[in-house]
């Protein structure tokens, strides 16, 4: 069930988003060693976004897994930048990250809970 939602105002042409989607699900499930098969990635693009009172090119990115290993954050960190400034050319101080792991009964899938 991991969930990669990325918000960002970086001008992306619809082709290049089907990329991004794809980098972004392969990139998750190989940091998290988890099955691509339950990866889920949104890609919001151009929404108003001001960040340092400034709306030059920036990302707000959510990682949520159930058992999200919280020593290894700032790896994560590290990928998801990487991935951002590859497809994007988002420098990483313009990227904020929200890490959550939430309980395995307050996922839900397939009519049921994880």
Same mark, same amino acid.
């Given at each position: 069930m991991p969930t990669l939602i990325i918000e960002t105002n970086a001008p992306t042409p619809p082709d290049r988003r089907r990329e991004i989607?794809?980098?972004?699900?392969?990139?998750?499930?190989?940091? =998290? +060693?988890?099955?691509?098969?339950?990866?889920?990635?949104? &890609?919001?693009?151009? !929404?108003?976004?001001?960040f340092a009172g400034k709306d030059a090119p920036l990302a707000y990115l959510e990682l949520k897994s159930l058992g999200l290993p919280e020593g290894q954050t700032s790896e994560l960190s590290a990928a998801?930048?990487?991935?951002?400034?590859?497809? =994007? +050319?988002?420098?990483?101080?313009?990227?904020?990250?929200? &890490?959550?792991?939430? !309980?395995?009964?307050?996922?839900?899938?397939?009519?049921?809970?994880?």
């Open positions: 989607l794809r980098a972004g699900s392969a990139r998750v499930a190989e940091i =998290l +060693g988890k099955p691509e098969s339950y990866v889920l990635v949104l &890609f919001r693009a151009n !929404p108003d976004m001001l998801l930048c990487d991935l951002m400034k590859t497809h =994007l +050319g988002i420098t990483p101080e313009r990227i904020y990250i929200e &890490f959550a792991s939430p !309980p395995r009964h307050m996922f839900g899938w397939n009519g049921g809970t994880f």
